[in-house]
């Protein structure tokens, strides 16, 4: 999954977010993401990290192989 479609889904879920991607392996299928948005304010880590997974639907194991994630209320 490209960088620009992860970025995308994201930032179209959370809007206003900031989003920082990192090709970990330099293949396209292992991502780290850094995600500040402000819709993470008062959320566990859990929920945060849920939010960011529900606007990448049903890639993450396919397309997207894997993503560390860090998130990070605004």
Do not use: C
């Not at 809007?15 to 920082?20: E, L, R, T, W, Y």
């Not at 500040?36 to 959320?43: I, K, M, S, V």
């Not at 939010?51 to 605004?74: E, F, S």
Request: no cysteine; aromatic share 4%.
């Amino acid at each position: 999954m490209a960088a620009h479609e992860i970025d995308a889904a994201i930032r179209d879920a959370l809007p206003g977010a900031d989003v920082a991607l990192t090709d970990l392996a330099g293949d396209g299928d292992h991502w780290a993401a850094v995600v500040t948005a402000p819709q993470f304010q008062g959320l566990s880590r859990v929920r945060q990290h849920q939010l960011v997974y529900n606007a990448l639907g049903g890639r993450m194991g396919g397309v997207l192989h894997a993503l560390k994630l860090t998130t990070i209320p605004a």
